[in-house]
């Protein structure tokens, strides 16, 4: 079956512009997470979803930075006036949503990489 | 705080030889442990987790990790190096307080 898909899988925008990424879970996937890897790094936790609510955002490194799943399935993360140090790969994770949510298997897409010159 | 740490940025072992992944971790809870493994190219995939039961865990393509609570360690472990093993790995930790924390990952590459 289909897995989590991510586009673009590469993007390229000039300092100051807004951007914004796409995540499409599995479906039936109720929990959806957003995470930054930075070069050389592990993935960073930004925000976490069940259905359309957005349970955690603690991750979220500014206010410039905003996510949403409006209808429970598709999501968007969205980053406005971008800087040099967004650049990342973003990567989107589903699971389902047996409690306790954090210990399932999160199932994740192939990022988004966002180079911010 | 909680923290994971990943012991060696690279390990490089032969085809056929055991394969050691260093990672441990500070909570002042037990937390659920997993390993990810990162293909270049492709997402990550769970190769195994412990979450309180049975501390010897399995996991696909012959890789185990062992929970030691002592040591506050979650060792990754495989007998026979493959060639196809050749990716990066993470180490991460789950813990309803601290949420979820990667390990900044070790890169494995097999000598033919």
């Known amino acids: 079956g289909a897995g989590v898909s991510q586009s673009p899988r590469y993007k390229v925008a000039k300092r100051g512009q807004d951007v914004a990424l796409r995540c499409d879970p599995i479906s039936g996937h109720v929990s959806l997470f957003w995470y930054q890897q930075a070069l050389g790094q592990g993935p960073e936790f930004l925000t976490y979803?069940?259905?359309?609510?957005?349970?955690?955002k603690s991750g979220l490194p500014s206010d410039r930075f905003f996510a949403e799943r409006p209808e429970g399935s598709v999501s968007t993360l969205k980053i406005q006036r971008t800087q040099q140090e967004d650049s990342a790969v973003y990567l989107c994770?589903?699971?389902?949503?047996?409690?306790?949510?954090?210990?399932?298997?999160?199932?994740f897409g192939p990022g988004t990489r966002l180079t911010v010159t | 705080a909680q923290s994971v740490t990943q012991l060696d940025s690279h390990v490089s072992v032969s085809e056929g030889t055991p394969v050691l992944l260093r990672c441990n971790y500070s909570?002042?809870?037990?937390?659920?442990l997993f390993w990810y493994v990162q293909h270049p190219n492709k997402g990550l995939q769970l190769l195994l987790k412990?979450?309180?039961?049975?501390?010897l865990v399995k996991g696909i393509n012959g890789f185990e990790a062992e929970f030691k609570k002592s040591e506050t360690s979650f060792h990754l472990t495989k007998p026979s190096a493959h060639m196809s093993d050749a990716a990066e790995y993470f180490c991460?930790?789950?813990?309803?307080?601290?949420?979820?924390?990667f390990g900044s990952g070790t890169r494995l590459s097999i000598r033919p």
């Open positions: 909570s002042s809870y037990s937390p659920s």
């Open positions: 412990y979450t309180s039961a049975a501390t």
């Open positions: 991460v930790a789950y813990s309803s307080a601290s949420k979820i924390i």
């Open positions: 979803f069940q259905n359309e609510a957005q349970l955690d």
């Open positions: 994770a589903s699971s389902l949503a047996v409690e306790p949510v954090l210990v399932q298997e999160q199932y």
